[in-house]
């Protein structure tokens, strides 16, 4: 498909250059040149495209990970890098940026889960509130550091409260246990 679009695309170009031209009326052969219009590769062309960015590889990588940690817990609703800074040594790619997660609770009755049912049995006076929450779509942040070499990918975590401390981390780290 991408090759059929290139094509159109490439004929589309040249017949767009040689209408612009200047053609000798009085040449009677109708042969008409392409110079000046350089000729499409369509193999690199279609490498290009099909070429991802370390940004793409982290940010699939990134969905990847919280779909297999958090799905089976939340509806997923949106996943956002911002703050995005990507640095190479040696061959060797950082990149540090804000992760945003939004989920929110599967569609179900609040008063059939287990601790609102518990505080309106209880007559909690924050009952009505986590009954009210409990179908909100919630935002979970993380500040993150990716390392990719040629192993792959390998996740930090920033677990200083006031500064910056990388730390090895699964996503699965950020799900309560009891």
Same mark, same amino acid.
């Given at each position: 498909? %991408?090759?059929?679009? #290139?094509?159109? #695309?490439?004929?589309?170009?040249?017949?767009?250059?040689? $209408?612009?031209? *200047?053609? @000798? $009326?009085?040449?009677?052969?109708? @042969?008409?040149?392409?110079?000046?219009?350089?000729?499409?590769?369509?193999?690199?062309?279609?490498?290009?495209? $099909?070429?991802?960015?370390?940004? @793409? %590889?982290?940010?699939?990588y990134m969905k990847n990970e919280?779909?297999?940690?958090?799905?089976?817990?939340? =509806?997923?609703? *949106?996943?956002?890098?911002?703050?995005? %800074? !990507? =640095? !190479?040594v040696n061959g060797i790619i950082?990149?540090?940026?804000?992760?945003?997660?939004?989920? %929110?609770?599967? &569609?179900? *009755?609040? @008063?059939?889960?287990?601790?609102?049912? !518990? $505080?309106?049995?209880?007559?909690?006076k924050n009952y009505q509130q986590?009954? &009210?929450?409990? #179908?909100?779509?919630?935002?979970?942040?993380? &500040?993150?550091?990716?390392?990719? *070499?040629?192993?792959?990918?390998?996740?930090?975590?920033?677990?200083?409260?006031?500064?910056?401390?990388?730390? !090895?981390?699964?996503?699965? &780290?950020?799900?309560?246990? =009891?």
């Amino acid at each position: 498909m %991408k090759k059929l679009i #290139l094509i159109l #695309l490439s004929i589309f170009i040249l017949i767009g250059v040689s $209408a612009c031209k *200047d053609i @000798d $009326a009085s040449k009677e052969n109708n @042969d008409i040149t392409n110079e000046g219009v350089t000729a499409i590769d369509l193999e690199k062309a279609d490498n290009i495209i $099909a070429e991802e960015t370390t940004y @793409d %590889k982290i940010s699939k990588y990134m969905k990847n990970e919280c779909i297999e940690a958090f799905s089976p817990y939340y =509806e997923l609703l *949106d996943f956002k890098i911002s703050n995005y %800074k !990507e =640095e !190479e040594v040696n061959g060797i790619i950082e990149a540090t940026f804000f992760y945003t997660l939004i989920v %929110k609770n599967y &569609d179900k *009755d609040p @008063d059939t889960v287990g601790y609102i049912k !518990e $505080a309106k049995e209880s007559g909690n006076k924050n009952y009505q509130q986590m009954y &009210d929450e409990y #179908l909100q779509p919630r935002e979970m942040n993380f &500040d993150f550091k990716v390392i990719v *070499d040629e192993n792959g990918m390998t996740l930090y975590s920033n677990i200083s409260p006031n500064g910056v401390e990388w730390e !090895e981390t699964k996503i699965t &780290d950020f799900i309560l246990s =009891e």
